[in-house]
């Protein structure tokens, strides 16, 4: 004992201790054998001994990479519209008999006044032979058939040449006073005594013959009467023509024909049954050619001026040949119209009266196609059939719809059927399969759209990443905003007690008073009426939401303060001299954290269940912004509950799923807290 | 008892009249509503002898809007108190004629669902309780989250397309059948049942989880007491234990809790009656709300508070009244 030394028996005791372990000889307090955990180890500890909360841990932390680590990997965006190629029944083209005749000027000189021009369309359908002659307000104008359904209009300056018909002449007055009868002009025999007869037997008026004229008198003034005769001969305005002239012109009138043509001249007739006058054409000029036909040339796509298609309706009438564009072309009847070829002799267009055109506008229709468009056309109007199918080759389309081309550049092609329908005016509407570049809509799950593609042409596993980014973020921000409020007043309720406590749990009162829903729906009412923009929606909903949330969270921070409150340590810190504020935040509120963090994590849930049943109903997050309510609400018709069900079923499961992960840790986590807790 | 409950009324009263003033607030501010829709269809009228301009102020003193919020929410105050609701802006008839027409039938199908939640959650919290941490105590409350989980629309959604659309068991929504009129008064009784069945079948998923959860803790808490103890410790069979001494002890919460929802039963259940058609209090709401017809919405959220307060003043006088361990303050 004497020589007791402190360091040797420490050392002695190192050297043992290795001994004593292998031995096995462990003591109850030894260090090594009683294992001692912090609390927050502890909390763990028995939070993962929980097989649920696991469970709804390890969901949660998929959902958060899902919604916020998936879209950076995902290819597409929520707002990326999605189109394809699909072959589709479209309306190719039509087939139609030009009914109407349009008009080409002729001339730079001669032109055909407006009213003319508008009846000419009738004019023309109404034309029984070669020509046909109209008067106009100024001019007079001759229709010449030039060859079917070619027309020349031709017009001139007017001058009356004779009258044909009966037309009354003044002869003469007959006065009572003299007896006397004065002649206008030269005298006739005997009319003088026959007036006098006449005018004795019936004095106020009538008619009498003399030599097979007809003479008629009526009372003037002054005791006369004015004598006229009428006649039904033919009276020339200026100098007389020969008989042939008046041949021509009685044959004409007869006819009903409205001119005719005599010795080189063209004559119109215009007036009523009775009486005819003649107008000769003083100086006929070409004016407008009117056609029915329409080209088509050889070539797709080749043009065809004006001036060209002028010239080959007016070599109609002669031997075919005519120039234009600096080339010398001709012309030839074949069967169903005029083809035009050119000096080499090779085809350039068709004159058709049939028009043939794609319903897009351009013309790319090919001769060929046209030619049997418009033969299978006339088959079904002879047949009388409202429907036909013909078979062509048209230019291959692959599936994004371009057109395939072989080595050589050249299109290929394949044959297509086309359906011919007439429709109700007529025309022949071709259908056939083509494929075109639509929205993508409601597709099925594929490869490219796992989920499918929604009703604006989204895609849905897209719209579900995004919309969970949304539905977490509102969940989140909610959550923190309903937290902090509730903790400050009831922090400060708790507190302080007295008048404080008092108006704050009346607020409180007010606050779980008021009915949750009918407000939110009445502010997305109110939102909807001032036109708000999504993103202004989103803020406005989640302060709305946090601020009719903070209540509880106040209610239970007040509880807890209260039985805190009394404990000795808050008695020490009273004791010690600290402020205020940090005896409420630095020594209060971190022992109500563990009720904070249950609470937050369960209400979290309960806010995204919120937040999807407004934007369900459409008074939450608006449409592009996605989110998981929104998603569902565009498929809730009935019909597209049904046939799109691949889009609002996962959506669904994923709110319950994350619902559900969430009530899970929270359960998990207060029963970790605190294993006694009244749940 | 007495003095505890005047004072709780007074209170109620005073919350009452915030509560509904935040909610004044809320519909004053609706813009273009339906004062300027109709003074704009009263001034366009053949022979309106007043322009649009004075036609709006007319109404607006008529409905107490011109005199700012608080003049105008003391006018709606005043009439309201003597009962005079005033005439729905959407539906065109007076607000209590819209309540008598809708809450009968809101009222039948919160009724029957209550029942059913009773029936059900209740031995199953039981039963939960009863055997602990096996698997049937597992399955109840794996259940019991996710009917607590589930989005109301989607529980509705889920129902109609397996017995709507695929079964076609059931009408998608409504009221009545397509020969409604042509049933006898029976089968039109019959009809309409049918029309509820989907609805109620969704109230009852929704809202008997929270229920079952109630049921298992307060359950668990009494078995856990020391009289339970006792009881077995004397040999009282399993079963007396269970249904006498265990059972009645977990009613006072239960009771407590289920009373405190009475009330609710008529405040209608607006998301369930609006995706399903049902013509209740709630779907009637639901259109005022979107249509700012202010009479309604006031009526109908001051009726919904009133409730409210009544279902708490219920629960709390029921508490003391049940278990005489308690008294009130």
């Given at each position: 004992?004497s020589?007791?030394?402190?360091?040797?028996?420490?050392k002695?005791?190192k050297?043992?201790?290795?001994?004593?372990n292998s031995?096995?000889d462990?003591?109850?307090?030894?260090l090594?054998?009683?294992k001692?955990?912090?609390?927050?180890?502890?909390?763990?500890?028995?939070?993962?001994?929980?097989?649920?909360?696991?469970?709804?841990?390890?969901m949660?932390i998929?959902?958060?990479?899902f919604?916020f680590?998936?879209?950076?990997?995902?290819?597409?965006?929520?707002?990326?519209?999605?189109?394809?190629?699909?072959?589709r029944?479209?309306?190719y083209g039509?087939?139609?008999?030009?009914?109407?005749?349009?008009?080409?000027?002729v001339?730079d000189?001669?032109?055909?006044?407006?009213s003319?021009?508008?009846?000419m369309?009738?004019?023309?359908?109404?034309?029984?032979?070669e020509?046909?002659?109209?008067?106009?307000?100024?001019?007079?104008y001759r229709?010449?058939?030039?060859?079917e359904?070619?027309?020349?209009?031709?017009?001139s300056?007017?001058e009356a040449?004779c009258?044909?018909?009966?037309?009354?002449?003044?002869?003469g007055?007959?006065?009572?006073?003299?007896?006397k009868?004065t002649?206008?002009?030269?005298?006739?025999?005997?009319?003088?005594?026959?007036?006098?007869?006449?005018?004795a037997?019936?004095?106020?008026?009538g008619?009498?013959?003399?030599?097979?004229?007809?003479?008629?008198?009526?009372?003037?003034?002054?005791?006369?009467?004015?004598?006229?005769a009428?006649?039904?001969?033919?009276?020339?305005?200026?100098?007389?023509?020969?008989?042939g002239?008046?041949?021509?012109?009685?044959?004409a009138?007869?006819?009903?024909?409205?001119?005719?043509e005599?010795?080189?001249?063209?004559?119109?007739?215009?007036?009523?049954?009775?009486?005819?006058?003649a107008l000769?054409?003083?100086?006929?000029?070409?004016?407008?050619?009117?056609?029915?036909?329409?080209?088509?040339?050889?070539?797709?796509g080749?043009?065809?001026?004006?001036?060209?298609l002028?010239q080959?309706?007016?070599?109609?009438a002669g031997d075919?040949?005519?120039?234009a564009?600096g080339?010398?072309?001709t012309?030839?009847a074949?069967?169903?119209?005029?083809?035009?070829?050119?000096a080499d002799?090779?085809?350039?267009?068709?004159?058709?009266?049939?028009s043939?055109?794609r319903?897009?506008?351009?013309?790319?229709?090919?001769?060929?196609?046209k030619?049997?468009?418009?033969?299978k056309?006339?088959?079904?109007?002879?047949?009388?059939?409202?429907?036909?199918v013909?078979t062509?080759?048209?230019?291959?389309?692959t599936?994004t719809?371009?057109y395939?081309?072989?080595?050589?550049?050249?299109?290929?092609c394949q044959?297509?059927?086309?359906?011919?329908?007439?429709?109700?005016?007529g025309?022949y509407?071709?259908?056939?399969?083509?494929?075109?570049y639509v929205?993508?809509m409601?597709?099925?799950?594929s490869?490219?759209?796992?989920l499918?593609?929604?009703g604006?042409?989204?895609?849905?596993?897209?719209r579900?990443?995004?919309?969970?980014?949304?539905?977490?973020?509102?969940?989140?921000?909610?959550?923190?905003l309903?937290?902090?409020?509730?903790?400050i007043?009831g922090?400060?309720?708790?507190?302080?007690?007295?008048w404080?406590?008092?108006?704050i749990?009346?607020?409180?009162?007010?606050?779980?008073?008021l009915?949750?829903?009918?407000?939110?729906?009445?502010?997305?009412?109110l939102?909807?009426?001032?036109?708000?923009?999504?993103?202004?929606r989103?803020?406005?909903?989640?302060?709305?939401?946090?601020?009719?949330?903070?209540?509880?969270?106040?209610?239970?921070?007040?509880?807890?303060?209260?039985?805190?409150r009394?404990?000795?340590?808050?008695?020490?810190?009273?004791?010690?001299?600290?402020?205020?504020?940090?005896?409420?935040?630095?020594?209060?509120?971190?022992?109500?954290?563990?009720?904070?963090?249950?609470?937050?994590?369960?209400?979290m849930?309960?806010?995204?269940?919120?937040?999807?049943?407004?934007s369900?109903?459409?008074?939450?997050v608006?449409?592009?912004?996605?989110t998981?309510?929104?998603?569902?609400n565009?498929?809730?018709?009935a019909?597209?509950?049904?046939?799109?069900?691949f889009?609002?079923?996962?959506?669904?499961?994923l709110?319950?799923v994350?619902?559900?992960a969430?009530?899970f840790?929270?359960?998990?986590?207060?029963?970790?807290y605190?294993?006694?807790?009244k749940? | 008892?007495l003095?505890?409950?005047?004072k709780r009324?007074?209170?109620?009263?005073?919350?009452?009249?915030?509560?509904?003033?935040?909610?004044?607030?809320l519909?004053?501010?609706?813009?273009?509503?339906?004062?300027?829709?109709?003074a704009?269809?009263?001034?366009?009228?053949?022979?309106?002898?007043?322009?649009?301009?004075?036609w709006?102020?007319?109404?607006?003193?008529?409905?107490?809007?011109?005199?700012?919020?608080?003049?105008?929410?003391?006018?709606?105050?005043?009439?309201?108190?003597?009962?005079?609701?005033?005439?729905?802006?959407?539906?065109?008839i007076p607000?209590?004629?819209?309540?008598?027409?809708?809450?009968?039938?809101?009222?039948?199908?919160?009724?029957?669902?209550?029942?059913?939640?009773?029936?059900?959650a209740?031995?199953?919290?039981?039963?939960?309780?009863?055997?602990q941490?096996?698997?049937?105590?597992?399955?109840?409350?794996?259940?019991?989250?996710?009917c607590?989980?589930?989005?109301?629309?989607f529980?509705?959604t889920?129902?109609k397309?397996?017995?709507?659309?695929?079964l076609?068991?059931?009408?998608?929504?409504?009221?009545?059948?397509r020969?409604y009129?042509a049933?006898?008064?029976?089968?039109?009784f019959?009809d309409?049942?049918?029309?509820?069945?989907?609805?109620l079948?969704?109230?009852?998923?929704i809202?008997?989880?929270?229920?079952?959860?109630y049921?298992?803790?307060?359950?668990?808490?009494v078995?856990?007491?020391?009289?339970i103890?006792?009881?077995?410790a004397?040999?009282?069979?399993?079963?007396?234990?269970?249904?006498?001494?265990?059972?009645?002890?977990?009613f006072?919460?239960?009771?407590?809790?289920?009373?405190?929802?009475?009330?609710?039963?008529?405040s209608?259940?607006?998301i369930?009656?609006t995706?399903?058609?049902?013509?209740?209090?709630?779907?009637?709401?639901?259109?005022?709300?979107?249509?700012?017809?202010?009479?309604?919405?006031?009526?109908?959220?001051?009726?919904?508070?009133i409730?409210t307060l009544?279902?708490n003043?219920?629960s709390d006088?029921?508490?003391?009244?049940?278990?005489?361990?308690?008294r009130?303050?």
């Amino acid at each position: 004992m004497s020589n007791y030394n402190l360091n040797e028996v420490l050392k002695r005791r190192k050297a043992e201790a290795p001994q004593k372990n292998s031995n096995g000889d462990v003591k109850l307090d030894d260090l090594s054998r009683v294992k001692v955990l912090s609390p927050g180890r502890q909390v763990f500890k028995r939070f993962i001994r929980n097989r649920l909360a696991v469970f709804g841990s390890v969901m949660l932390i998929l959902m958060f990479l899902f919604s916020f680590l998936g879209p950076l990997f995902y290819p597409y965006g929520q707002k990326q519209i999605f189109y394809k190629y699909e072959p589709r029944n479209v309306d190719y083209g039509m087939v139609k008999e030009n009914t109407a005749y349009t008009g080409l000027d002729v001339s730079d000189g001669a032109r055909i006044e407006r009213s003319v021009n508008n009846k000419m369309n009738s004019i023309i359908k109404g034309m029984a032979g070669e020509d046909d002659y109209i008067m106009g307000e100024e001019q007079g104008y001759r229709v010449h058939r030039l060859a079917e359904d070619v027309y020349l209009a031709s017009a001139s300056e007017m001058e009356a040449v004779c009258e044909l018909g009966e037309s009354q002449v003044s002869v003469g007055t007959y006065s009572l006073v003299g007896k006397k009868l004065t002649f206008d002009g030269e005298a006739v025999e005997g009319l003088e005594a026959a007036a006098a007869d006449a005018i004795a037997k019936n004095a106020k008026g009538g008619s009498f013959e003399l030599d097979g004229v007809t003479y008629t008198y009526a009372r003037g003034k002054a005791k006369s009467y004015a004598i006229s005769a009428t006649s039904d001969g033919l009276r020339y305005v200026g100098e007389a023509l020969d008989a042939g002239f008046e041949a021509a012109l009685n044959a004409a009138a007869e006819g009903g024909a409205s001119g005719f043509e005599y010795d080189g001249a063209a004559y119109v007739l215009t007036g009523d049954e009775d009486s005819v006058t003649a107008l000769r054409m003083t100086d006929p000029q070409p004016a407008r050619v009117y056609s029915r036909l329409t080209v088509s040339t050889y070539e797709v796509g080749q043009e065809v001026s004006d001036e060209m298609l002028r010239q080959a309706l007016l070599a109609t009438a002669g031997d075919g040949a005519f120039e234009a564009e600096g080339q010398s072309w001709t012309l030839a009847a074949e069967e169903g119209g005029w083809v035009v070829r050119g000096a080499d002799g090779a085809e350039f267009m068709e004159l058709t009266p049939f028009s043939v055109r794609r319903y897009n506008g351009d013309d790319t229709m090919e001769y060929g196609l046209k030619k049997a468009l418009t033969e299978k056309a006339l088959e079904m109007a002879a047949a009388d059939a409202r429907e036909g199918v013909i078979t062509y080759d048209l230019p291959m389309q692959t599936e994004t719809g371009e057109y395939v081309t072989d080595e050589a550049g050249n299109v290929s092609c394949q044959e297509t059927e086309l359906k011919l329908t007439r429709s109700q005016t007529g025309e022949y509407v071709v259908n056939c399969e083509q494929v075109i570049y639509v929205i993508n809509m409601f597709d099925a799950p594929s490869r490219q759209h796992p989920l499918g593609t929604d009703g604006d042409g989204f895609d849905v596993l897209a719209r579900i990443m995004y919309g969970g980014r949304v539905s977490l973020m509102v969940g989140f921000v909610v959550v923190f905003l309903e937290t902090f409020l509730g903790v400050i007043m009831g922090g400060l309720s708790g507190y302080y007690g007295g008048w404080v406590d008092m108006l704050i749990m009346r607020l409180v009162d007010i606050f779980y008073c008021l009915p949750y829903m009918p407000i939110m729906i009445i502010i997305g009412a109110l939102m909807d009426a001032l036109r708000m923009d999504t993103y202004i929606r989103l803020i406005v909903m989640m302060a709305a939401l946090g601020i009719m949330g903070w209540a509880s969270v106040a209610r239970l921070v007040r509880g807890q303060i209260l039985t805190l409150r009394e404990q000795e340590f808050m008695v020490a810190t009273e004791a010690t001299g600290i402020r205020v504020r940090d005896r409420i935040f630095h020594h209060l509120v971190p022992n109500i954290m563990p009720q904070l963090i249950v609470q937050a994590t369960m209400g979290m849930g309960g806010v995204i269940l919120t937040e999807s049943t407004l934007s369900f109903l459409g008074l939450g997050v608006k449409h592009p912004l996605a989110t998981w309510g929104t998603i569902i609400n565009s498929v809730s018709s009935a019909s597209a509950m049904q046939h799109y069900a691949f889009i609002w079923i996962p959506v669904g499961l994923l709110i319950c799923v994350t619902v559900i992960a969430f009530n899970f840790v929270g359960d998990g986590l207060r029963d970790a807290y605190d294993p006694k807790a009244k749940r | 008892m007495l003095k505890y409950t005047v004072k709780r009324l007074a209170y109620s009263v005073l919350i009452l009249f915030f509560v509904m003033f935040i909610i004044y607030v809320l519909m004053y501010n609706m813009p273009s509503g339906y004062v300027e829709t109709k003074a704009r269809e009263l001034a366009s009228r053949p022979g309106a002898t007043k322009s649009y301009a004075e036609w709006l102020a007319d109404l607006n003193a008529q409905y107490g809007m011109d005199k700012g919020v608080v003049g105008g929410y003391f006018v709606w105050l005043g009439n309201a108190v003597r009962g005079n609701w005033g005439d729905s802006w959407a539906w065109t008839i007076p607000v209590t004629q819209v309540f008598h027409n809708t809450v009968w039938y809101s009222f039948a199908l919160g009724f029957v669902s209550f029942i059913f939640e009773v029936m059900i959650a209740i031995p199953l919290g039981i039963v939960a309780a009863r055997k602990q941490y096996s698997f049937t105590d597992y399955f109840t409350t794996v259940v019991a989250m996710v009917c607590i989980s589930m989005p109301t629309f989607f529980v509705a959604t889920v129902l109609k397309y397996v017995f709507s659309v695929k079964l076609g068991w059931f009408d998608l929504s409504g009221m009545q059948g397509r020969n409604y009129m042509a049933l006898s008064d029976f089968g039109k009784f019959l009809d309409v049942a049918r029309h509820f069945v989907l609805p109620l079948v969704t109230l009852v998923i929704i809202s008997i989880g929270g229920l079952m959860r109630y049921t298992r803790t307060n359950m668990l808490e009494v078995l856990s007491a020391d009289y339970i103890r006792t009881a077995r410790a004397k040999g009282v069979p399993e079963k007396t234990v269970i249904n006498r001494h265990a059972f009645r002890n977990t009613f006072i919460p239960l009771v407590t809790m289920l009373g405190g929802t009475l009330p609710g039963l008529f405040s209608g259940a607006l998301i369930t009656e609006t995706l399903f058609s049902i013509r209740g209090i709630g779907y009637a709401s639901y259109t005022s709300m979107t249509q700012a017809d202010i009479p309604f919405i006031m009526f109908y959220l001051a009726f919904i508070s009133i409730l409210t307060l009544l279902g708490n003043l219920i629960s709390d006088l029921l508490y003391a009244a049940v278990d005489p361990r308690v008294r009130l303050s």
